[in-house]
């Protein structure tokens, strides 16, 4: 079932159910990919951003341009664009006329990791909160806008990226035409009462362990079809080829910062909001999947009923999907939800 949570309506519709234009296939066309290294705002930090767009076309309005940015572990590049069935959701997003970017903040992906990250993890305290993500993802937002000529673009942010560009919009709502939070944090039903333990600067994950975490709370007569043939494998292997010093370990181990570890537990694990989603003040969609064990439904509720002064605000859940629904068998259902609300137009208007 597909909820769709209107700040005024309720619709449900079957997953079968057809859509209008904005769930039509996207037909084939060209489009061009360019890789870039961008500066931060502070020194010796690159981040890594990718664009892609029809070929051809040079100018986008605002409305037709967004930026993605990723979660907590793994980099925007290996899920937002990774083929699954020849396209990536960044191709489909693309081949609809958008100039789609994405980021890696630092220490993820081929934006420059920190140098607390070539020591061991216990020889440094967390690293890459989520301030620092957020002043990141700014340095990307406006170098878009220096380069296409426009003064806001649409964002996007996926579990901690969510936080990311919540915080970010919170803070410049000017430079944002549309908020898209996939799967956002909030705070915890039962806060810690525990003291955490001690964190290092980042932490090591397996693919073994990606994988668990992929299909915790699967019903487990639903496993088999969730991924895709092959999904896992080429996420897995892309994303781990990312790191240059995950090789180097038997089984190979990702390295990911840990400054959102620390957030949560300071903040969204401890009953404390990290912003004020009240501060947002632009149209925002939040879209979720019944299956999430990392950022559960009721988080997603909760942070629909914070956004009390977007001028509206949309909240869609999908059914037999978990966290990483974009690379799962319903990817095109949360495509064309998406597209629904990037490509809305006059959406308060009365006919």
Request: charged share 20%; net charge positive; glycine share 6%.
């Amino acid at each position: 079932m597909i909820m769709r949570f209107l700040r005024v309506s309720l619709t449900c519709l079957a997953a079968g159910a057809v859509f209008g234009s904005a769930g039509a296939q996207a037909k084939s066309v060209k489009l061009e990919k360019t890789d870039a290294m961008i500066p931060s705002a502070d020194a010796g930090i690159q981040l890594f951003v990718r664009n892609k767009h029809p070929a051809g076309k040079t100018s986008f309005p605002a409305d037709k341009i967004l930026l993605y940015v990723h979660g907590a572990t793994y980099p925007s590049e290996t899920a937002f664009d990774l083929p699954i069935a020849g396209k990536s959701m960044m191709d489909l997003i693309a081949e609809r006329g958008y100039d789609v970017w994405l980021v890696d903040v630092r220490g993820y992906g081929r934006s420059t990791r920190p140098p607390e990250m070539s020591q061991p993890p216990s020889a440094n305290k967390p690293i890459v909160q989520t301030p620092v993500a957020a002043r990141d993802f700014g340095a990307a937002v406006d170098y878009i806008l220096k380069k296409r000529g426009v003064s806001k673009i649409n964002v996007m942010g996926w579990s901690w990226g969510t936080s990311t560009v919540g915080l970010y919009t919170s803070e410049n709502n000017a430079k944002v035409n549309r908020l898209v939070l996939y799967a956002p944090q909030w705070i915890k039903k039962n806060p810690a009462t525990a003291a955490p333990p001690q964190l290092g600067a980042y932490r090591l994950v397996s693919k073994d362990s990606a994988k668990e975490r992929w299909l915790k709370d699967v019903p487990e007569n639903k496993k088999a079809d969730l991924i895709p043939p092959g999904v896992f494998e080429a996420w897995a292997d892309s994303t781990w080829a990312t790191d240059p010093e995950a090789a180097k370990q038997n089984p190979p181990m990702l390295r990911a910062p840990n400054g959102v570890v620390e957030d949560s537990n300071n903040y969204w694990n401890a009953g404390k909001a990290l912003y004020d989603p009240g501060k947002i003040t632009v149209p925002t969609f939040i879209l979720h999947a019944e299956w999430d064990a990392d950022l559960p439904s009721y988080l997603a509720y909760a942070y629909f009923t914070q956004l009390k002064n977007a001028p509206y605000k949309r909240l869609v859940e999908l059914s037999e999907g978990t966290h990483t629904i974009m690379m799962e068998k319903n990817r095109m259902q949360f495509f064309r939800e998406l597209m629904g609300f990037l490509d809305e137009e006059k959406p308060l208007a009365l006919n």
